[in-house]
C-alpha cells in the first residue's frame, strides 16, 4: 500500500504500479518513435478515440524512415479524422528531421527531442521518460489539472503566468523525489491520475493517493479549481461546399498548408452563393443550376462552421484540372485524406445512392 508519509511523486508512481492503466498499445515499449506517436497523438485528444488511429498509423507507417519517405497525402489519410492537423504535418517533419539528422535515432537528450518540430518541452521530457528513463517533469493539460488541485493554484491554467507556477510545482515534486524514482510510473502516473481520478468535473478524492495533503481537498474547492477559463461567444461561420461529379469523378482542391484542415483535399469552397454559381459556370459550362442539399454545422474549438453542400453533375468529359485541383474517382475518395465532415457528406451521400 502507498504511504501517506511518503513525497508525492513516489506515491504517484507506486500507484500507477499498482492502480494506472497497464494495456493502452503504446505501453510496454521503450521504442521512441512508437512512444512520440502517441504523443503526439493524445494532443487534444483522448486516449479512447486515439487508438484505432494509433494501430492504423503504425501499419502503415510502422517506422520514423517509412512516415519520413512516405508520400504527404498519405500521411495526412491517415490521420484525418483526429482533427488538428499541424500535428500531422510537424509529425512527418519531425520524422524526416530525424532521418536526416539524427539518422532515424531519436536523441536521447530532452533539450535536443523539444527542438525537432511539433515537440514541446513537456512532450519531449514525456518520450525521454518512457524511451530513455530521463529525469523530466512534465505539464500536460490533465498534470496542471492535478498541480492546480494538488498545490490550490488559482488562475487560468492555460495563461503564462499559471503555467510558469505549474511548472515551478512540477519541478519542486521531482527534486523532492527520492533518486530510485521509477520515472515511467511516475510519468504514466500524472496523466493517469488526471484520466482516472483527479478528472475535470467528478474527481474521486476517496481513490486519490495525493488525497492527504491535496489543498484543494482540504480547502473544499476541487469543482473550483482548476479557475474555469472565460468563456467567450464562439463565432459562427458560413460555407458553401460544391460538390461537381463528372463521368463518376469528384473535383476536389487542395487545402492551403496553414489553416483549417490544412494540407487535406477538400471540396471547392465558396463564401457567397454568386461565388460558387460563377464557378459552376467556368467549370461546367451548359451543366445548369447545382442542387442544395441539407445544411448541417461542423464544431471547431473557436468557432462553428455552417457547410450548405450544392451538387452539380457536369456532361461529357471534366475540363482538365487546374493545379492543386484532382478530379477523383468516387470509389478512390475514401484514400485520401478528406476533413472528416466532407468525408462523411461524400460517404453518406454516395454509399446511399450506389445501386
Known amino acids: 500500500m502507498t504511504s501517506e ?18 494495456h493502452l498499445p503504446w505501453q510496454g515499449t521503450r521504442d521512441p518513435y512508437r512512444i512520440w506517436l502517441s504523443e503526439i497523438m493524445l494532443q487534444q485528444t483522448q ?3 486515439v487508438i484505432p488511429y494509433y494501430e492504423r498509423f503504425l501499419a502503415a507507417f510502422p517506422d520514423v524512415r517509412a512516415l519520413a519517405d512516405a508520400p504527404a497525402d498519405a500521411v495526412m489519410h491517415a490521420w484525418a479524422g483526429l482533427g488538428y492537423y499541424a500535428r500531422a504535418r510537424n509529425l512527418q517533419r519531425c520524422a524526416q528531421t530525424v532521418r536526416d539528422r539524427h539518422g532515424c535515432r531519436f536523441p536521447e ?8 518540430p511539433g515537440i514541446g518541452p513537456s512532450t519531449a521530457a514525456a518520450i525521454a521518460a518512457f524511451a530513455f528513463g530521463a529525469r523530466r517533469p512534465i505539464l500536460d493539460g490533465n498534470v496542471r489539472r492535478v498541480l492546480a488541485r494538488y498545490f490550490a493554484v488559482e488562475g487560468d491554467p492555460a495563461s503564462s503566468a499559471v503555467v510558469r507556477r505549474l511548472w515551478d510545482h512540477a519541478h519542486a515534486l521531482l527534486a523532492d523525489a527520492p533518486p530510485d524514482l521509477d520515472m515511467r510510473a511516475y510519468t504514466q502516473g500524472q496523466m493517469d491520475l488526471g484520466a482516472m481520478v483527479c478528472t475535470r468535473r467528478k474527481p474521486d478524492c476517496a481513490r486519490c493517493p495525493l488525497a492527504a495533503d491535496c ?3 482540504l480547502q473544499g474547492r476541487q469543482h473550483e479549481l482548476p479557475s474555469p477559463r472565460a468563456r467567450r461567444a464562439r463565432p459562427e461561420r458560413d460555407g458553401l461546399m ?7 469523378r469528384i473535383l476536389l482542391r487542395k487545402r492551403p498548408p496553414t489553416g483549417i484542415w490544412g494540407g487535406l483535399w477538400s471540396l471547392p469552397q465558396f463564401e457567397t452563393s454568386a461565388e460558387l454559381r460563377a464557378a459552376c459556370a467556368a467549370l461546367a459550362p451548359g451543366a445548369g443550376a447545382p442542387v442544395a442539399l441539407a445544411a448541417f454545422d461542423h464544431e471547431f ?4 462552421l455552417r457547410i450548405a453542400p450544392w451538387r452539380l453533375h457536369c456532361r461529357g468529359e471534366p475540363t482538365p484540372p487546374a493545379p492543386g485541383e484532382a478530379w477523383t474517382p468516387v470509389a478512390e475518395l475514401d484514400r485520401l485524406g478528406l476533413p472528416a465532415p466532407v468525408a462523411r457528406l461524400l460517404v453518406g451521400l454516395y454509399t446511399a445512392t450506389r445501386p
Do not use: K, N, V
Open 109 to 116: 537528450d530532452p533539450e535536443a527531442l523539444a527542438e525537432l
Open 5 to 22: 508519509t511518503d513525497g508525492a511523486a513516489r506515491r504517484i508512481a507506486r500507484w500507477q504500479q499498482r492502480a494506472g492503466r497497464h
Open 242 to 248: 460544391l460538390i461537381l461529379e463528372c463521368a463518376g
Open 215 to 217: 489543498q484543494a481537498r
Open 301 to 304: 474549438t473557436h468557432f462553428r
Open 47 to 49: 486516449a479512447a478515440t
